[in-house]
């Protein structure tokens, strides 16, 4: 029967556009509103619903044979056999679990994003799905949100860089992107989840909107829209970002879901009273599909009873059938293909890249495979679920190799290596933080592995506090107490309060969720065999009194100075925050010199000397950062406008040159991108709190 409607869908025209117009011809309005409505696999009467052409879109089905099951009903019992778009969040991996993405991001590595999506969308793609709801990519400064976990951090540049990445990676596997959450989200106010965000037009374009525009530039089809309200205006039937400045302005062609269960939430919100009203504001708005919530069921009749133009549903329905066609579903619809082996190689590769080192104290690290005796302490040692952190797909932690597991098979024969829980993640008992202090005694270092349990980030997981969970504090400060070297392993998908730990350990090692191959690449790093070149994406505060704590703020009137009191800072606190934006060591040294600014047109190439000069090859992310100094608005203290990720041999330098465009000095002023002329401070440096410092001037 399948091959009987691929050879008559060759007989319709040939172009998309034309395709979708002779198809719409031929729907009933009932039929169009079906294409905008989305449903979960456990909807009443689904299958019915998908025979009477009554649903465009299902989601997070659990196997390939659900997938063809359902296909099959949309092609083949459906009036006009259009297929169904699966969709599924395809977060960081499907069944290869892959660092978390705020782990991608310590990567600083493109190559690594689009490598995790290339493969998880082949896998998604093998049983079925066409449609990924990611990447997230939300800027988030507030590490109290959970969702810091799901994208790249506090940096719209670096955003910007992972979210095309990514973008590129899933629609290689031929499955759809979608950059959620559009947007704001990440400012949720208190770091709440699915809270308010107010902020003014200027911040929204310049450090939330970018990596959107990132996404769309690099070919994202589709984007979802947020729960929260921005200014007041839910973004759910929000006119001015889904319309006036997605379509009209970036000129989207794709379409826009709501998030789950957004429609009718706007009722919620207090701008809607019944599920029609709902309705309406969405797709008036800009929302073409209705994730869920079944409002839009009620368009038909909103259009039978002159609520709202037919036009309007037409728009929306023209923009899904594209997507439809244009991923060749029309003409290969079939679901599922086989299932895929796990790619253990390539999710080792993002985990490598993806630790940051952040102290190393008298090079306690690397240690000695030959170490004598190991006692590798704390709750997330030998933990596998956790080290896949939240949304994994199809994903199972019995693929996890536990950090336990990686050092037994890093480390020599003759190292003993002991094991100790030491409590739980959030409980514990006294007893067993005995035996964890009594197994310490016995070793001449302990590895204490210490952190959030993976189900504590993500969606609905805003924290007020950051320190470590439990008795974990406890098990540290007794473990500490024993006198032996510590080596600290963090594990979480938000930046901690480790503020105690950081004065006291020699060495601490963050590798987010890490994934599957999390445990080999720890123990890579601990022993050595890897050389750690991850760098934050995020600034990781002192204490949670500091949020928001990021590089890119603006000046104030009274800068601080420890000698003045009054100036902008606390009086019980640094400002700084613990580790800064940016901010990764590596087992050799990287010196930076000769900054050299050259001026060609209206353009500055900006270059700088790496030299490796430790004793061993390494990889370092050399950073670019401005700041203009007088301009018509406060400037940000400093933006990252470059990056690049470069391996040296020892001994090895290399000129790293960057180009600073007029774009790159642009802020948002009076609806529009403007350039002051003026002074700009350039940095080139390992972070945004160091670098050789020079000067631009700029003249339009
Ligand atoms: C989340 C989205 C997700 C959707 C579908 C929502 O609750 O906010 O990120 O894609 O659910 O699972």
């Not at 911040?203 to 690099?218: C, N, Q, S, T």
């Not at 938000?494 to 994934?515: E, H, M, N, Q």
């Not at 001026?599 to 090859?617: H, I, M, P, Q, Y």
Request: aromatic share 8%; with cysteine; charged share 20%.
């Amino acid at each position: 029967m399948l091959v009987l409607l691929v050879a008559a869908s060759l007989a319709v025209p040939r172009s998309v556009d034309a395709r979708v117009e002779a198809l719409m011809r031929r729907m009933t309005l009932d039929e169009k509103v079906g294409q905008l409505i989305q449903y979960n696999p456990s909807q009443h009467d689904l299958d019915k619903l998908i025979a009477a052409g009554r649903v465009g879109s299902v989601y997070n089905l659990h196997s390939a044979e659900q997938a063809t099951e359902l296909q099959r009903i949309a092609v083949e019992r459906s009036r006009l056999h259009i297929p169904l778009l699966i969709g599924q969040d395809v977060i960081h991996g499907f069944r290869t679990i892959f660092p978390i993405p705020i782990g991608i991001a310590s990567s600083w590595d493109q190559s690594a994003a689009e490598l995790e999506a290339r493969v998880a969308g082949r896998e998604a793609h093998a049983i079925g799905i066409r449609w990924t709801f990611a990447p997230m990519v939300d800027i988030a400064r507030d590490p109290r949100w959970g969702r810091v976990a799901e994208g790249a951090g506090e940096d719209p540049f670096l955003g910007s860089a992972m979210a095309a990445a990514y973008v590129r990676g899933f629609q290689e596997s031929s499955i759809l992107a979608c950059a959620k959450h559009f947007a704001a989200y990440g400012a949720a106010e208190g770091g709440r989840d699915y809270n308010t965000a107010d902020m003014s037009e200027e911040r929204l374009r310049e450090v939330y909107l970018p990596p959107f525009k990132a996404a769309i530039d690099a070919g994202a089809r589709t984007i979802m829209s947020a729960f929260d309200s921005l200014n007041g205006v839910p973004m759910t039937a929000n006119h001015h970002l889904l319309t006036t400045i997605l379509r009209n302005e970036w000129h989207f062609h794709g379409f826009v879901v709501s998030d789950f269960d957004a429609v009718d939430q706007l009722r919620n919100h207090g701008i809607a009273a019944t599920p029609q009203q709902a309705a309406l504001k969405a797709i008036r708005a800009g929302v073409d599909m209705d994730m869920v919530d079944g409002d839009y069921e009620t368009l038909a009749r909103a259009v039978r009873e002159g609520l709202l133009p037919v036009s309007t549903v037409d728009a929306a329905v023209r923009h899904i059938l594209r997507e439809k066609f244009e991923l060749g579903l029309f003409d290969h619809p079939d679901a599922a293909e086989s299932e895929t082996g796990l790619d253990r190689a390539d999710a080792r590769r993002v985990a490598d890249e993806s630790i940051v080192l952040l102290k190393n104290e008298g090079a306690i690290l690397p240690l000695s495979k030959k170490i004598g005796t190991l006692a590798v302490i704390g709750p997330l040692a030998g933990s596998k679920r956790d080290m896949l952190g939240s949304w994994f797909a199809h994903g199972n932690p019995d693929d996890a190799v536990t950090l336990l597991e990686g050092i037994r098979s890093t480390v020599s024969a003759q190292t003993n290596v002991l094991y100790a829980e030491g409590c739980g993640i959030l409980d514990g008992s006294d007893q067993d933080i005995a035996k964890a202090i009594e197994t310490a005694k016995q070793a001449n270092v302990v590895v204490l592995a210490l952190g959030e349990a993976g189900g504590m980030t993500g969606e609905a997981s805003s924290r007020a506090f950051l320190d470590l969970p439990g008795r974990q504090e406890q098990l540290l400060e007794s473990i500490v107490a024993t006198g032996k070297p510590v080596i600290l392993v963090v594990m979480s998908g938000r930046p901690l309060t480790i503020s105690w730990a950081a004065d006291r350990v020699p060495a601490i090692v963050w590798p987010w969720f890490p994934g599957i191959e999390g445990g080999n690449a720890i123990a890579g790093v601990l022993f050595g065999d890897v050389n750690p070149s991850g760098k934050l994406p995020i600034s990781i505060p002192r204490s949670a009194g500091q949020i928001p704590v990021y590089y890119a703020h603006l000046p104030t009137g009274r800068p601080a100075n420890p000698n003045n009191k009054y100036t902008s800072k606390y009086i019980d606190s640094p400002s700084e925050p613990l580790y800064p934006f940016g901010f990764g060591l590596s087992y050799t040294r990287f010196d930076y010199s000769d900054l050299r600014i050259q001026k060609t047109g209206n353009r500055f190439e900006v270059s700088a000397v790496v030299r490796n000069a430790g004793s061993r090859a390494g990889v370092e992310v050399v950073q670019l950062y401005v700041h203009q100094r007088v301009a018509r608005v406060s400037r940000p203290v400093k933006e990252l406008k470059g990056f690049e990720r470069i391996a040296l041999g020892a001994g090895e330098s290399r000129r790293v040159v960057f180009t600073i465009a007029p774009k790159d000095l642009r802020y948002w002023l009076g609806g529009k991108w403007v350039v002051d002329p003026g002074t700009f401070d350039v940095w080139i440096g390992p972070s945004s709190a160091e670098g050789l410092e020079g000067t631009l001037k700029y003249s339009n």
